[in-house]
C-alpha cells in the first residue's frame, strides 16, 4: 500500500466514524457550529493571507493567467464574504429529519421514509480556494462527513481554510475529521478516493469537463455530475417578440460564462423572417456571433454558416447558433438530440402549446417565458446550491441541501413477523 | 468498433429515441399496452416452452445444478403466473406526472417539480428468465425504455419473451425499441452496455456480487446495486422475551436464502444468561447453528465459537452469529461497523431506547418489534419491486415504481429575465 493509499483510506475510515456522529446532532447543535466555523475563519484572517500569499508566488512563478490567480486570491473582503457565506447556512432550513411520507400496513406495522444524510462526501476541486468552505459547509449543515481534494495551486489556502473550520467549529463541538482535507495533489490521490466505496457514499466533482470525466471513470461509488449546459430558446410562431428578445438577450448576454447560458435560439419558420432580423440586430449590438443555419444565413447577412459541431458545442462566449425549425415536435427533436439535457425554454403566448414543449423536453429545468439564468439555486429559492446537476438520479438541475440527503425506513410494529 | 459494440450503440440510440415517445405516454395507454403484453406472453406459450426446452437441454449438457435448472424452467403455470404479474402492474398507480413540488418565487414565477421517466435502463441479470418480463414491464410502466442483457443459460428463452412482450405490446400502440435484449451473452457485452453513459441512464444488475461488482467497476452511469444483507436484531434488556424468540424465529428461518434475513444477533448482557438459553433451544430445535462469540459461548454447550469473519458474513443459511453487548451504543456501533446497512431491528418495550436505535442506525431499513423479513417492496405496499437497493442515493431499500422515476423542473412566467 502507497503512503497515499494508506493515508486517504485513514481518512476514509475516519469520516465513516465522524458521519456517525455528525447524524446524531440536532439542528440547533449544527448551526451554533457553523456559527463557530464562520468566527474560525474570521480569527484566522492573517493565517489564510498567509497561506494564501505561497500560492500566489507559487502560481505567479508557474505562469498562471491572470485570471487564474483572481480566482486563487484571498482577501480580507472575501474571507468575510466566506465567514458571512457559513452564517447565513446557519440560518437555513435543516432538511434532516423530515419526514417524507408515512403510511401504515393492514398488519399494523407504522412506515415511515425520513431523511438522513448521506454519511460522508467526497469533494474533488480544481482551482477555486473558497470551494473548501462552501463545499464542506453544506455537507456538514446537512449531518455529512466530507474528504476534500482541491487542486495543486491552491494547496496552501485550502489547508488553512480546512483546519480553521475544523479549529473554530470544535469549540462548538464539531466531531474531529468532519472537515478532512487530502495533503496530495496528484493524481493518484483522485484514483484512490474514487475507489474507496467503503468509506465513501458520494463524489462530487467541480471543475472542468476533463476532471468530471476522470473521476467518472474511476468512481466505484455515485458520482453527481455538472457537466456542461447547452441551453436553447424555442421561439414559437405564437410568442410575443419583444419578450422573446428580451429574454434571449438576457439569456445569451447577462453572463456568458457560465452553464446556463443561452447557446442555441430555435425560431419556428412562420415568424422567421420577421423576427430574425429583429433579434439579430439585438444581439449584435450586444457583441454577439451569429452562427446560422442555411435558412438563417438566407434571412441574416450577418450570419456566419452554422456546421454540425456549432450544435452540440457550449461556447460558453458571446456566440449564438441559430437554427430556423418547422414545427414544434422539430425543435424538441433538436433539443433532445444536441442538448445537455440543462435548461431549455419556449417563448410563446399559447399555453397548449407551451405545455406540450415542457412536457416533451428532456431537460433538468424546462422553462415557458423565462430566461435561462434561472436555473441557479439561489434564483429557486434555496438558500445555497452546490452546483446543477446534469444527472438524472438523486438530484437533478439545482442541487440545494435537501439534494446531500437520503432517506432511511423507520418501521415500528409491536412483534409482527411474516407468514 | 467490434460487432457487439456497433449492435449494442445502434441499441443505445434506438432505446434513447424510444424513451421519448414512452415520456409522451399516458397512464391510461401504457395500462392498455402493458395487457397487450399480457396477452402477447398468453399467446406465445407454445414458442415460449420451446425456446425453453432448448435452454433446458444446454443446461442438462452444461452439468447444470438441479436447483439452476428449476430456475430457469418454464411451464404453463409459470408463463401464466409471468401474464398474471403484468396485468397487475398495469392496476399499480403511475408514479409519472405526479408533482412533488410546487412554489412560487418572488418575481412571479412559478415552479413545478414533477416526477418523468429516468429515460433508458440497462438491466444485467443471470439465469431466471422471469427477470426479462419483470424488470422491462416495471421499467415501461414508468415509461423507461430498457436494454436487458440476460445471462447465456436463458438466452433462448430471454429472446422469446422479449419477442413476445414486444409483439403484443405493439398491437396496443408499444414504440418499437421499448424492449431490447442484447443478443450476446459474452462479458464484452457488459462492458459495452457499462460504458455507453451516452445512451443509458441508469444500470441496474440483479444478480449476485460478482455481478454487481463487475458492473460497478466498469459503470459510466449510476448503478444501482444491491448487494448483501447482513441484518441483525438486538434484544434490549427491556424486550418482550417471547416477541424477541418470534422475531429472532421468524428472520432467521423463514427464508434463510434471502437478503433481508438475519445474520446476527446481538443481546444485551443484562438479559443473557437468561434470554440466550431460551432463544437457542428455539433456534436450534429448527436447525439453526449458533455461532457465539466469548461471553455467548460461555452461556450456550451448543454454541461453536464465532471468528472475526462470523460478523462480516452473509451465510444465507441456518447459521446465526451471537454476541453480547454491554450497551445500546455498542450495538449500534457493532451493525454500523460490520452490517451491510439493509435491515437492522431492535426488539424493546422501551419507546425512547428504540428510537436511539432508529435514529443513530445508518441502515436503509431500521425496525422497531418486526421481523426483518418485512424490508420488501410487497409488505411496504409498493405492489410490485424491482429490487431491495443497499445504496444511499437515488433509491434506498425496497424499489418499487417511484424509485424508477426521476424528476423535472417546469418553470412557468411571464418574460421574467435575471438581473
Redesign the interface.
Known amino acids: 500500500m502507497s503512503q497515499i493509499q494508506e493515508t486517504v483510506h485513514q481518512m476514509g475510515r475516519q469520516a465513516r466514524d465522524a458521519?456517525?456522529r455528525l447524524?446524531?446532532l440536532s439542528s440547533d447543535e449544527k448551526n451554533a457550529i457553523l456559527h463557530a466555523m464562520a468566527a474560525g475563519i474570521r480569527e484566522s484572517v492573517p493565517q489564510l493571507l498567509k497561506a494564501n500569499a505561497l500560492d500566489l508566488v507559487a502560481g505567479e512563478e508557474k505562469g498562471l493567467s491572470s485570471a487564474m490567480l483572481d480566482r486563487l486570491t484571498l482577501d480580507k473582503k472575501r474571507i468575510e464574504a466566506m465567514a458571512e457565506g457559513i452564517d447565513q447556512v446557519a440560518t437555513l432550513p435543516d432538511p434532516v429529519g423530515q419526514v417524507l411520507d408515512q403510511?401504515d400496513?393492514p398488519n399494523g406495522?407504522s412506515?415511515e421514509q425520513v431523511r438522513?444524510p448521506?454519511?460522508t462526501i467526497g469533494i474533488i476541486y480544481e482551482s477555486r480556494p473558497n470551494v473548501t468552505a462552501d463545499a464542506a459547509v453544506l455537507c456538514f449543515k446537512t449531518g455529512n462527513a466530507t474528504i476534500l481534494r482541491g487542486g495543486s495551486e491552491a494547496i496552501h489556502s485550502n489547508r488553512a481554510i480546512a483546519e480553521a473550520l475544523q479549529t473554530g467549529g470544535a469549540k462548538a463541538g464539531l466531531p474531529d475529521h468532519t472537515i478532512q482535507l487530502i495533503p496530495f495533489t496528484d493524481r493518484e490521490s483522485v484514483a484512490v478516493l474514487a475507489g474507496m466505496?467503503k468509506y465513501l457514499?458520494?463524489i462530487i466533482p467541480r471543475g472542468g469537463k476533463g476532471l468530471i470525466e476522470t473521476v467518472?471513470?474511476l468512481a466505484?461509488m455515485?458520482v453527481i455530475k455538472h457537466y456542461d449546459g447547452i441551453c436553447h430558446l424555442y421561439v414559437d410562431p405564437e410568442a410575443?417578440h419583444e419578450?422573446a428578445i428580451?429574454?434571449a438577450?438576457?439569456?445569451k448576454t447577462?453572463k456568458p460564462g457560465v452553464c446556463n447560458t443561452l447557446e442555441t435560439l430555435l425560431v419556428h419558420e412562420k415568424i422567421a423572417a420577421e423576427f430574425l432580423p429583429k433579434i439579430s440586430a439585438a444581439l449584435v449590438a450586444r457583441g454577439v456571433e451569429i452562427r446560422g443555419d442555411e435558412k438563417t444565413c438566407g434571412i441574416l447577412t450577418e450570419a456566419i454558416p452554422a456546421t454540425e459541431a456549432d450544435w452540440e458545442t457550449e461556447y460558453l462566449d458571446l456566440i449564438l447558433s441559430v437554427k430556423v425549425v418547422g414545427s414544434l415536435e422539430e425543435a424538441v427533436e433538436h433539443i433532445?438530440h444536441y442538448g445537455s439535457h440543462h435548461t431549455d425554454v419556449i417563448v410563446s403566448q399559447n399555453q397548449v402549446t407551451?405545455e406540450k414543449f415542457?412536457?416533451?423536453v428532456?431537460?433538468?429545468?424546462?422553462?415557458?417565458?423565462?430566461?435561462t439564468?434561472?436555473?441557479d439555486g439561489g434564483?429557486?429559492?434555496f438558500g445555497a446550491e452546490i452546483g446543477i446537476s446534469t444527472?438524472?438520479?438523486?438530484a437533478?438541475?439545482?442541487m440545494g441541501l435537501r439534494e446531500l440527503t437520503?432517506?432511511?425506513?423507520?418501521?415500528?410494529?409491536?412483534?409482527?413477523?411474516?407468514s
Open positions: 458521519s456517525y447524524s446524531q403510511w400496513r406495522m412506515i438522513v448521506i454519511g466505496d457514499d458520494l467518472v471513470s466505484r455515485p410575443d419578450m428580451n429574454i438577450i438576457n439569456s447577462q433532445n407551451a415542457l412536457r416533451a428532456d431537460s433538468a429545468c424546462v422553462f415557458h417565458n423565462v430566461s439564468r434561472f436555473n434564483e429557486f429559492g444527472d438524472k438520479l438523486h437533478r438541475g439545482p437520503s432517506y432511511q425506513y423507520r418501521v415500528r410494529g409491536t412483534g409482527q413477523v411474516k
